[in-house]
């Protein structure tokens, strides 16, 4: 990007900023980076700026770089959820784009500070993850490459299994429920003394670690195991905090890209742009606005139309040309005071997550306009074919929204940290109708029994039957429960 080039970016910045807080927004500031190509994709590799080093982070740059060079799939911009916010543009783009994308990261950040499940995340975890990193290759140092990083491979393939709702109720502290260990006990006469009764067990403890189904398996296993190191420990609540930290981002990512499309399309439609530039932009934003394909969905384009639908149905607007005409008296437009769909949708932006969201908003035109629907793996003629299962609208949304529960995550609870008296462990997968990968499950199981370093037994369901297995650290058995 040439001197001039620049020149005008940081002037169409500060104009895009301007008109993004006439519009209400109220973002972040937000620090923007031209860097070369290889840098947004190691830090979107990372997450994270600076964060430690394993070796799926490199395979996930080799993928996104080969993607890149092969021209099949390009990131144009990385936002970071900081205060002010940090955002890399490509400095190979062309000026246009990179306008259209510092628009973008705008609505971003707007996203990033006013919704609302973004409200307890760490606004300094670029910070926090470089001294992760730091404490991690120390401990490299100290310990081992190899021993950490299979360490590391054990915690970052459960990451996902935290609870993200705060507890209301005081969490009890590990000390009240550890088991306990035999203590001393001094004679109580010189009879007991010539017996040699000198040592007695305290009795067992009879309260149940823990004492309610506990969902946060990272914290469980940081606070109850009993044989980690406090190394061991520390990575744990290391890789714990910063799953957190990305968790709004999973919870709202149809919403938060669907809004930053709108914004930069707003702001963009606000300047001016010679017929030039215009016909570049609406092609630009019409590729990021691309259906997605038959086995998956484009975010952004799913969440740009639904915001999109809100605000026309908000401000009494009749349907779009190819949707069909509302016939319900109680859903036909009605006059709105003049604004009030922009409204709306600053009010959806701040309350909403996707599954709220797609709940409440997905309506029975958009899922026909949209072209969304179910599908299946089906044997015909003796060959495997993906058939369309289910196009009524409701379940398409319901089977939508099922696949966004927990994050796409199984529920696994903790039932008993001292299963049978042992120190083993026990969980329970809460089935939903859908079972669990096998193949994927006793890989896990391994791990869970590196970190516990006891047995671990997980109950299920398959084929309608209740499934326990049991991993004693060399292999994973199956049995009926």
Known sequence: MTAQERADLEKFIEQAWETAIGMGLEPFPVHFELVPAHVIYEIGSYGLPARFSHWTFGRDYHRQKTMYEYNVARIYELVINTDPAQAFLLENNSLLANKMVAAHVIGHSDFFRNNTYFAHTDRRMVERARLHADRIRQYEMEYGPQRVEQFLDAVLSIEEHIDPVEPTYRRPQPEEYRHQKPTLVRPTSEFDDLLGRVETPEPPSTRRIPPEPEKDLLLFLRDYARDLEDWQRDIIGMVREEMLYFLPQIRTKIMNEGWASLVHERILESLPLTPAEHL?????????????????????????????????RWNGEPPEEDEQPETD??????????????????EVREMECDVTFLRKYLTEGLVKRLDLYTYKLEEVNGELVWRIQETDWEKVRDALLDSMTNFGVPVVTVE??????????????????????????????KNIYTIWGRPVHLETVADGTRLIFTCDGQQVKQRKG
Do not use: C
């Open 416 to 445: 008993d940290g001292d299963y049978d008296r042992r120190g083993e462990l026990y969980l329970k997968h809460h089935y939903d109708g859908k079972p669990l990968d096998i193949e994927y499950t006793t890989r896990t199981l």
């Open 329 to 346: 008296w109680l859903q036909r437009p009605k006059p709105r005071p003049e604004g009030e769909g922009w409204r709306k949708l600053l």
């Open 280 to 312: 570049e932009f609406r092609r630009m934003h019409s590729s990021v606005l691309a259906p997605g394909s038959r086995m998956s969905i484009n975010p952004y384009y799913v969440g740009y139309q639904i915001l999109r639908d809100i605000e026309r």
